[in-house]
């Protein structure tokens, strides 16, 4: 039988820590890929006991490397909802949860006998999450999408990108975890905290969509003053600014200029060797910060960034290399604020970005492999070792 993982050793003596800030939390994870895996881990870093509920087939077909950052300290049970049995063990499960996260297209979840309604009859203090692409009404809310597809109808993907070029392609998704993780994890807890004071749960819908729109702060503010946003690469910080650019260093890496305070800048320019410049921080015409920028990247593109970030160590101007992710990792920036560990059979994961009193970060667990602990988690939930080989006989469970 796959045990639950045992709980973290006796901490050294030492003041009382307050515990997890979610611990006792039971959360059922129906998603898959990056949005709500991301947005679960992050309540299982915080000490959720989370559920990863995949069904009998493909399962999350995210790739392993992905599959491994983004599912680690919680439990994992494969169900197939399209049999009775396997959706009378969700409902099991539902009556001691606090939080279900599912990630279908709208109506699948109620055609398989497990929408918010049903499962809430059962439960009236669940808190149901609803991760979409576009929620649950609206013209749209069937259509697929993917991240490039979400950032396109909400203007965002318009705004990223150089002057001339077609829009700029992220390896970080920005609408898929910021307009998605991110927008869910602030509904589902700002729902939590008041189920566990009013007792009544609620359907919390997120469209991934409507969460990077609502983002779109700097460009709306364009459209308010303009009538339109400003080209890719004209806005104040995309480029038009030369105290607010990208430079190229002699090695072809790039150096990140963000001397936006006037204080920064004059900074920056003693540090070139050219105090003449202090007084051309923000040049009132195109052509002036063309000439500007042209003069300062002559002067960057004299020396290789390793040089710069050398250079420029200890002087406070917003001056700082662009570094490559394998470079970051090693930064004793992050690596002393707990942001890069090991991962369980090598290479490395990040850290949880929240710190606060009382509670230390740990990995309780790695991602588990399908179904990993649905022995273990249908006996605590009551089931016997008959019923439980009945289930999987009946492919109800794997």
Not at 151 to 172: D, H, K, R
Not at 325 to 349: C, K, S, Y
Not at 355 to 383: I, K, N, Q, W
């Amino acid at each position: 039988m796959s045990e639950l993982p045992a709980a973290s050793a006796a901490r050294p003596p030492g003041p009382v820590p307050q515990g997890a800030p979610l611990r006792g939390v039971r959360v059922l994870d129906l998603t898959r890929l990056l949005p709500g895996p991301v947005c679960t881990q992050h309540l299982a870093d915080l000490g959720a006991e989370v559920i990863k509920i995949e069904d009998t087939g493909a399962g999350d077909y995210a790739a392993a490397p992905v599959r491994a950052l983004v599912n680690r300290n919680k439990l994992g049970l494969c169900l197939d909802l399209k049999q009775p049995a396997g959706l009378a063990v969700l409902q099991r499960l539902v009556r001691e949860a606090d939080v279900l996260v599912e990630g279908f297209r709208p109506g699948v979840m109620a055609r398989l006998g497990a929408g918010y309604e049903a499962l809430a009859a059962l439960n009236p203090r669940l808190v149901y999450v609803s991760l979409t692409g576009y929620g649950q009404t609206g013209p749209m809310r069937d259509a697929a999408g993917h991240d490039l597809n979400y950032a396109g109808w909400t203007g965002v993907a318009e705004q990223i990108g150089q002057p001339g070029q077609p829009p700029a392609l992220s390896n970080v998704p920005v609408a898929d975890l910021l307009g998605g993780t991110m927008t869910a994890v602030m509904g589902l807890l700002a729902a939590l905290f008041d189920a566990q004071r009013s007792g009544l749960g609620r359907h919390v819908d997120i469209a991934v969509a409507d969460g990077l729109l609502a983002h779109a702060v700097l460009p709306l503010a364009a459209v308010n003053t303009r009538g339109v946003t400003q080209p890719p690469g004209q806005g104040k910080l995309t480029g038009a600014l030369p105290c607010y650019a990208l430079y190229t260093a002699a090695c072809g890496g790039y150096l990140a200029v963000a001397a936006l305070e006037r204080k920064f800048w004059d900074l920056f320019c003693q540090q070139l060797q050219r105090p003449d410049l202090q007084p051309r921080h923000q040049p009132a015409t195109p052509a002036e910060c063309e000439a500007v920028r042209a003069e300062v990247q002559a002067l960057v593109g004299a020396h290789s960034l390793a040089w710069w970030t050398e250079h420029l160590a200890g002087v406070d101007c917003c001056v700082t290399p662009i570094l490559k992710l394998e470079q970051a990792l090693d930064l004793p920036q992050f690596v002393e604020r707990g942001m890069v560990l090991p991962l369980a059979g090598g290479g490395r994961q990040l850290g949880c970005p929240v710190r606060m009193t009382g509670f230390e970060f740990e990995v309780r667990h790695p991602a588990p492999t399908a179904g990993e602990h649905t022995e273990a988690l249908l006996s605590a939930a009551g089931y016997t070792p008959a019923e439980q080989a009945a289930l999987r006989a009946q492919g109800a469970v794997a």
